[in-house]
């Protein structure tokens, strides 16, 4: 693979993780005991809205972390990364990387099931309910994959050129501001 090809799957991977993030963030703010309570009038109020949002954040995070660690070698994943990457490359990645990557990799089976047998494809066999309970996919799980996830890609992209991504977008204040702005025009 070209350098150009490894700098655009490298970019392509942060800007996954990136989105992964976001919508994680939202769905979040939705889901958490710590916010929710604040918001659900509102959020009840605009029900036909919040429902879908809530749903749509979930599914997005989930497809990203889906495609980040995917395996199709026709597809820009860690994996096809990993091999384009020069020995010289892989040689001066941390000492933990494959252990990090495989615990990810555990993580990752959980949002596979959720994903294959969810949203990718209707499963015939078992409903939805049944594949999350399988799956046993915590947000902590989530918030633990992303941040580990972030780590990869930036241990491969500094030993790739020598940079990082920030990983700096952040939607929570966003958000936050959006459901306070609503709460102001429904709680009178």
């Not at 490298?10 to 916010?35: G, P």
């Not at 199709?72 to 933990?96: M, V």
Request: contains cysteine.
């Amino acid at each position: 693979m070209k350098s150009v090809d490894i700098d655009r799957h490298i970019r392509e991977l942060q800007n996954t993780v990136v989105a992964a993030t976001i919508n994680y963030q939202i769905w979040w703010i939705y889901k958490s005991a710590d916010t929710r309570p604040k918001y659900i009038d509102t959020m009840n109020r605009y029900l036909g809205f919040f429902h879908v949002s809530i749903h749509a954040h979930f599914v997005a995070y989930i497809i990203a972390l889906y495609r980040f660690y995917e395996q199709n070698r026709r597809t820009i994943n860690l994996t096809s990364l990993l091999k384009a990457l020069p020995a010289l490359n892989k040689n001066s990645l941390p000492a933990d990387f494959s252990t990090r990557t495989e615990k990810a990799r555990d993580i990752w089976k959980k949002v596979a099931i959720i994903r294959n047998n969810c949203f990718g494809h209707i499963n015939g066999v078992n409903d939805t309910s049944e594949m999350f309970a399988m799956a046993r996919l915590r947000p902590d799980d989530i918030k633990y994959l992303l941040d580990i996830t972030k780590s990869i890609i930036n241990d491969i992209s500094e030993s790739w050129n020598g940079s990082i991504h920030a990983f700096d977008l952040d939607a929570r204040k966003d958000t936050i501001d959006l459901l306070d702005d609503l709460n102001s025009y429904v709680i009178r």
